[in-house]
């Protein structure tokens, strides 16, 4: 533990910095490690502008190849696939992380370790090129840093273990104190 809050308060100041260019800010952009040649990097992208501004193309000199990917479940089967370009509305805000819309990094040229940096350039529609500097965190990371874990999955659907809903009060035969259960009124 003390290990890993070391690693995270060497890795804050780097995740913390905000990297921008004309009217386009992109806020804590991380990765996490990854095992083989293929990862996955995170970022905030804010517009301050009047106009929307789109992420429309990645690239990093540390994989073979970088696109742009969302996420969707079908069925319980996590699916990616890449999207054209990600809209930033005017003043809005577009998130890249986990479960959602990510930049996949395909042939990367070394697999991705906690600590590491690597450069990645946003290209935007009007602001143009963003480089931002990646840090690399943990594999179990859920975010860059202070955002905690979020469970995703865990939906409770198709749950058939024992369902400790019990005590329907159906068929209640002792003397309830509820009163005043408008049904069956035959008293007035
Ligand atoms: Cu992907």
């Given at each position: 533990?003390?290990?890993?809050?070391?690693?995270?308060?060497?890795?804050?100041?780097?995740?913390?910095?905000?990297?921008?260019?004309?009217?386009?800010?992109?806020?804590?952009?991380?990765?996490?490690?990854?095992?083989?040649?293929?990862?996955?990097?995170?970022?905030?992208?804010?517009?301050?502008?009047?106009?929307?501004?789109?992420?429309?193309?990645?690239?990093?000199?540390?994989?073979?190849?970088?696109?742009?990917?969302?996420?969707?479940?079908?069925?319980?089967?996590?699916?990616?696939?890449p999207v054209d370009a990600v809209p930033v509305a005017a003043h809005g805000t577009a998130e890249l992380k986990p479960g959602g819309l990510h930049v996949m990094l395909m042939e990367l040229k070394a697999p991705l370790k906690q600590g590491d940096t690597i450069?990645?350039?946003?290209?935007?529609?009007?602001?143009?090129?963003?480089?931002?500097?990646?840090?690399?965190?943990?594999?179990?990371?859920?975010?860059?840093?202070?955002?905690?874990?979020?469970?995703?999955?865990?939906?409770?659907?198709?749950?058939?273990?024992?369902?400790?809903?019990?005590?329907?009060?159906?068929?209640?035969?002792?003397?309830?104190?509820?009163?005043?259960?408008?049904?069956?009124?035959?008293?007035?």
């Amino acid at each position: 533990m003390t290990r890993i809050l070391f690693a995270l308060a060497l890795l804050l100041p780097v995740a913390a910095v905000a990297q921008s260019a004309g009217k386009i800010t992109v806020e804590a952009p991380w990765a996490r490690a990854s095992a083989g040649t293929t990862g996955a990097a995170y970022l905030t992208v804010k517009n301050a502008g009047d106009a929307e501004d789109r992420l429309v193309a990645v690239s990093t000199p540390a994989a073979a190849k970088a696109e742009i990917h969302t996420t969707t479940m079908e069925g319980d089967v996590m699916k990616m696939r890449p999207v054209d370009a990600v809209p930033v509305a005017a003043h809005g805000t577009a998130e890249l992380k986990p479960g959602g819309l990510h930049v996949m990094l395909m042939e990367l040229k070394a697999p991705l370790k906690q600590g590491d940096t690597i450069p990645l350039t946003l290209k935007f529609e009007k602001a143009g090129d963003v480089p931002v500097t990646v840090a690399v965190q943990g594999v179990g990371a859920a975010g860059p840093g202070s955002m905690g874990n979020m469970p995703m999955g865990n939906m409770p659907m198709g749950n058939t273990g024992s369902a400790p809903m019990g005590n329907m009060p159906m068929g209640n035969t002792s003397p309830a104190p509820m009163g005043n259960m408008p049904m069956g009124n035959t008293g007035r």
